[in-house]
């Protein structure tokens, strides 16, 4: 026993040695089997080393790239309290300085629109088709607009909130606007306005008098009478007459993209809301499954691409995001924006701050793989409301065409923009357009309303500008 412990004892280290040796061999033998499948594959693919020289395509110049957002949202967006009627006191006007402005204007600098001619071998297939298009912002009824549109036998009347800028809703082949508050009685609960709007459908009538022609209903008021309340809402806006995107009564609704036919162009349309007050909390499931299209958790790509398969030529996205009661876009804005001009948006549309933000352009890839720039406003403020913090009482129409170019490709060109202001005098509310006012006071207008009128128009010009130098934005009297 003890002579055969001695015997092992000698054979040891050799044994290890060569044992170490072989590893070392296989190793070096897979590595270069390895380099070789590599070097092979490589080949057959006749991939080539990247061009250091070629362009890069950035959404936004100075923006990181894009991410996509968590899941779901950190919390859900509570109710802002200075979204209320109520005057506010100095302390509640706190606004980004003009530093701030200065610095957005600097790195968001609007680029020229529509003016890059085809290459020379683009074949000539456009009809030159054009439509022209206005926009406005919030259309919002506190419980001070509806006491001042009640008549006495008890019906509601608006007629004189929107009788002086009637004509400048009606001065386009297809005029559009965000329809803020759920309409028709819900049950036996009165009408109502901030925190949970509910309006008179007689206000649906008097914006198709006034040539409204569709609505985007995808906000974060659209539950404010819950599922019950949001299907009311677009039996009644079909009832009228109205197309909409953004709320849905079925999953065969949701799942239908929203194309209509107008000017003889195909537009499609997707409509998003980052959050619905929570009211979500206390409805149907369906809100959640299909009734309502939340923007953190889109497929915006998917739908996207539905509506090119169903024949779109021009798609326009109703993002209803960021922050309330600021002039100023946010990086989520900004990221969100980049992701809808990636996915093939050609107009960007957005809302949600109550205050008017700035349009640029961001920059996407068309299905030929060139550089599409794609129009984009952050938010056209509100049109109407009760609101009185600065910058809340004021917003505008937007207008542009969307005009067919000799490649076949669309455009937005001729950009300008109404400024609008809500004259709130002896418990009355009616919407001005500015220039029209701004060198002749209107009759029974006090020296305050008219300084404040003044004081808007500034406000507005400040954000939006009148262009880059080389793109004109046109302000338009009315």
Known sequence: MNSYNRYRGRRRPRRNSLMLRRLIFLAAAVALLVGLIVLIVHLASGKKTPDPAAPSIQPIATEAPVTEPSAEPAAAEPVTAVETAEPATDSDRTEPGNGDIAAFAAEATVSPLGDSAPAADTPTTGTGRSLHV???????????????????????DFELQFRFIKSSLAAADFTMANLETTVGKYKD?????????????????????????????????????????????????????????????????????????????????????????????????????YAVPYLYKADIEGDVQALRDAGAEVIIAFPHWGEENTYIPDSTQKKYAARLAKAGVDIIIGSHSHMVEPMQVVYGTG????????????????????????????????????????DGTFQVEDIGYVPVYVWKESGQYTVLPILKYRDSKPELMSDEQYQRMLESYDEIVGVLGTGDGTTTFHILTE
């Open 189 to 289: 609960t009165d009408y109502s306005g901030y925190p949970q709007f509910n309006s008179p459908e007689s206000v649906l009538q008097t914006l198709k008098d006034c040539g409204v022609d569709f609505f985007t209903m995808a906000n974060n008021h659209m539950l404010d009478r819950w599922f019950d309340g949001l299907k009311q809402d677009v039996n009644l806006v079909e009832q009228y007459g109205f197309g909409h995107v953004g709320a849905y009564r079925t999953k065969e609704e949701r799942n239908t993209p929203v194309v209509m036919e107008v000017g003889g162009i195909k537009l499609g349309f997707v409509a998003y809301t980052h959050t619905t007050n929570t009211m979500e909390r206390s409805s149907d499931k369906a809100v959640f499954e």
């Open 134 to 156: 206005r926009i406005v912002g919030d259309i919002m009824f506190h419980k001070e607009q509806l006491q001042a549109a009640r008549q006495s036998d008890g019906s509601y």
């Open 367 to 406: 299905e030929d793989g060139r550089l599409r720039q794609v129009f984009c406003i952050y938010s056209m403020g509100n049109f109407i409301s009760a609101m009185t913090l600065k910058r809340t009482d004021n917003g505008i129409i937007l207008d542009f065409t969307i005009r067919e170019q000799a």
